[in-house]
């Protein structure tokens, strides 16, 4: 009786199975007509993905969780627009970064991701639309902003257009199993200072830190040397073939790191977006209270408030805003005139929708 009742099951599983092809190749030969209709413009419409996903989720009766049916339809979506033609993702390498996991999410695994030597690197081929799009790490739950994004930022002509947010898990890698002989970890710093606590209270002291490029570039370095270890995930373990000596040991169990994508299209407005700015303020007391009453005065919420030294002269800085809203949104829009009434320097990073998650 059991073998029965699995064989109907099968069966009706493979019936789905031709039909979910069928409307798949439905939906790409709509996708593909909507690419001729447009005749060459821009294929990536970051709103209307953000809308697509958004509804799905709306729409889902289970048993499938709304972030795997979020990344079920991006890969849909991803080897629709390929279509059209494949997107080119610049982002920091090596090869099993969780910059690359980020721009995977976000874009699907048909985009083509090309590890750049540096962030820097990475905004250059985007400006000189040699790619299309750049995914850079912007801050951390644990340790806060990515000073060098926000810093290319300020003078770069890219324009946000997404983000991405992706829960972080440190895992301790080395080329063979065990522990004893280790002499140092390779790790970014911003790793070496998300797992300062495991690392202090089960390696000894004499086991160097060594900080390096990216996690994808510490997983390399530990497949060529012995007596290293590095902290890197999943992706990177399995690239550069390390073995898994102890997993998720990040110090906070929530680790998340928040990443943007830039490229030079203006988004529209989806109803749940963000609008990123950076402002310069005046040397003088209450200066920064003043330059932002036009926010709180328009009711519009802020998400984020840094500050960064400017380069322009000694103590000056800038002061980088996230805030609830599109810039077309009336009460934003009037809240972005009034300060840049308020100030010498206003510059609209970009709006676009939140975080899919």
């Known amino acids: 009786m059991s073998e029965e009742l699995l064989k109907q099951h099968r069966d009706a599983i493979d019936a789905i199975d031709v039909e979910i ?24 419409r970051p709103e209307r993905e953000a809308q697509v996903l958004r509804r799905i989720q709306q729409l889902n009766p289970g048993p499938l969780p709304n ?19 494949p997107l080119s993702i610049a982002y920091l390498g090596p090869e099993g ?17 090309v590890a750049c ?34 810093d290319l930022m300020v003078s770069s002509p890219l324009r946000i257009c997404g983000e991405v947010v992706l829960r972080i898990h440190h895992h301790l890698l080395r080329k063979q199993e065990g522990m004893a002989g280790i002499s140092r970890v390779y790790a970014h710093a911003q790793a070496l200072a998300q797992c300062h606590e495991w690392l202090n209270k089960n390696l000894p002291d004499s086991v160097e830190r060594v900080s390096v490029a990216s996690n994808a570039e510490a997983a390399r370095l530990a497949g060529e040397d012995a007596q290293a270890a590095a902290i890197a995930g999943q992706a990177a373990a399995e690239r550069y073939g390390l073995v898994k000596l102890a997993e998720n040991i990040e110090d906070e169990p929530n680790n998340t790191t928040r990443f943007l994508v830039l490229g030079h299209q203006q ?10 700015i950076v402002v310069a303020a005046p040397n003088r007391p209450g200066a920064v209270h003043q330059l932002l009453a036009p926010v709180a005065d328009n009711g519009v919420s802020m998400t984020k408030f840094e500050s960064r030294p400017s380069r322009a002269g000694l103590w000056d800085y800038v002061f980088f805003i996230d805030m609830e ?16 009434e308020r100030t010498s320097f206003v510059k609209v990073l970009g709006s676009y929708p939140q975080a899919v998650l």
């Open 325 to 340: 809203g599109h810039h077309d949104d009336a009460n934003v829009a009037t809240a972005l005139a009034g300060l840049a």
């Open 97 to 113: 970064t969780f910059t690359q996991l980020a721009a995977t999410k976000h874009f699907g695994h048909a985009a083509h991701t």
């Open 67 to 85: 972030e795997s049916v979020a990344r079920l339809f991006r890969e849909v979506m991803s080897e629709c627009l390929a279509l059209e033609k």
């Open 21 to 44: 092809l069928n409307l798949l190749n439905s939906r790409a030969n709509h996708a593909r007509e909507i690419g001729e209709i447009k005749g060459g413009g821009i294929i990536y």
């Open 267 to 276: 988004v529209g407005a989806t109803g749940q977006d963000k609008t990123s």
């Open 117 to 150: 030597a540096s962030v820097d690197e990475a905004f250059r081929l985007v400006e000189s639309r040699a790619l299309d799009y750049v995914v850079a790490p912007v801050e951390n739950s644990t340790e806060g902003a990515v000073g060098r994004t926000l």
